[in-house]
């Protein structure tokens, strides 16, 4: 028998060239859907009063979505600000032609790296007279405002003015010539609590802080500097934390974070993680799969194995306890998941070939497997499983 070359007939040229020409749906990937972020950020407004704000919160490269095509249909939607943690994702954002205010939620304390965020436009969050002093001088070396928000610790211990001393330096702060306040703002540590409506719980005492706050230094009311406390959990509490805008994550991709749900909020998840079947075996009554045996057929088993494992970003302790979608069909996944690869226990199933996809995360009919079963399953919350995806998932735009 004659082995074919595997380069016959074929001119690829230099071998840096072969990487486009892989289909990005060949092996595992994360499908986005734009117009359902869209649908989600249309869906939220609708519960918030017509002049409150809605800051898509873009983090982390959009939850893992992909932060372009998230931050162009949140925008869409009908989002008027940007989130992200870092001064790189919004110096990414800017790269891409969004001109909407952005704000960076994480830390900017050094000199050099507030003159970066100052000439990208991107918003610092400011919790010292240490770090507004340097934006101060900034803004008067370039001859200009310097447009920030002041973030206040009102529970959550983590950034922010101490809370018992921003009154008192505010006075200080409204004084400074060459910055720009546009925005006051806390952060909600347990709003998705089941006890948050409770009038004594942690998350109405932070409302309350808030509040009262604003009125001592006297911005409750001016419209000018933007106040505000939600996150997602925070916003679809009720109005009491809406102030004049809302900084939403993990609603616009799809999911709420409250126990309780809202039946007049339709959220749809704008991620989908699929996967190509690479083989299929069938084994013997008593054989063991994958790692450490850990998975023992008790009957004669057809197996699919798919290209994806934890290096993509599948948690490993979810070995075992995750179904895989089908047409409209659950396969439980068997054995531990590995690396690169994972098995399926598609027993019963002519359908299913090498080469077919199968769906881990997302919907297929009345069917649907979402990053809040994963959660439960692995001890975590949805908001860690989403940003677990490595690049080596390709994320592809489906509308
Ligand atoms: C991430 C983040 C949010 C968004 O939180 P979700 O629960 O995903 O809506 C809002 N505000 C701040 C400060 C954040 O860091």
Known sequence: MQIPQTNQGLNFGKYSNFEKDIDPKQRAWIEVSGKSIEKNVKQLRSKLSKSCLLMAVVKADGYGHDAKVVSEYALKGGASQLGVATLKEGIRLRSYGFKEPILVLGNLYTKRDLIISFKNDLMPTISSLRECLICNNIGKHFGSKFSLNLKVDTGMSRLGFESKKFVQQFEKIKSFENISIKGIYSHLSSADEPD??????????QRQKFQELLKQ?????????????????????NKDFHFDM???GLSIYGYSPLAKKDKTLLLKPALFLKVKVAFIRIIDKGVSVSYGGKFISNRKTKLAVLSIGYADGVPRNLSGKINVLHHKKLYPQVGSITMDQMMVDITGSNEIKIGSTMILLGSDGDKIITPLDWARESNTIPWEILCSFKNRLPRVQID
């Open 196 to 205: 948050s409506l409770d009038p004594k719980s942690s998350t109405q005492k």
């Open 217 to 237: 230094i006297g911005v409750d009311n001016n419209h000018n500097i933007k106040t505000h406390l939600a996150n997602s959990a925070g916003m679809l509490l």
């Open 246 to 248: 809302v900084r939403v």
